[in-house]
């Protein structure tokens, strides 16, 4: 592969991609082509590849729907999983802080896409559960994610598709620390 001298990225075929073109003191901290550079530059990938992915979709369901990700995808993951949930799962299951998600629940709360109700088991937790008009919203939003999905991915084959996402499930363990 193609290695820039600064530190600039390159893709697979070898094409530069100067997106740290300003880092030009780089090589100072990772000499090029040291098992610590290929690190850096692919955790650094990881992270830019996850914000550019993250700011297209929410940037495209939000023009096409007015929902902001933090409220798609709190309402997939509720939708997904059984219902009711308590507020700790789904917490949970999205990777964000409390206050976080109170305040995304608290809006679709009150924008009718989703119920609250105290946990008859367990006084000090809430269950949340999907409403009729959450579960429309999903199924609007569900096609225009996949649309950009298939155009993101269209290149890769499904061999791809498992070698990189089982790559990916063991990098995210790993910094999990399990």
Known sequence: MKQDKKA???DPAGHERNLDSWAVYYNDYFPANTRIDLEYRLSRMLVLAGRTWGTRID???RAQTGQSRARWQTLFVIAFGEQPATMTDIGIRLNVQWPTLVRVLDGLEKDGLINRVDNPRDGRSRLVSITDEGMRLVREIKPILDKE???LLEELSDEDLMRTGAILQLLMDRAAGE
């Open 59 to 61: 940037n495209v369901a």
């Open 149 to 151: 999905r298939a155009a």
């Open 8 to 10: 600039g990225l390159c």
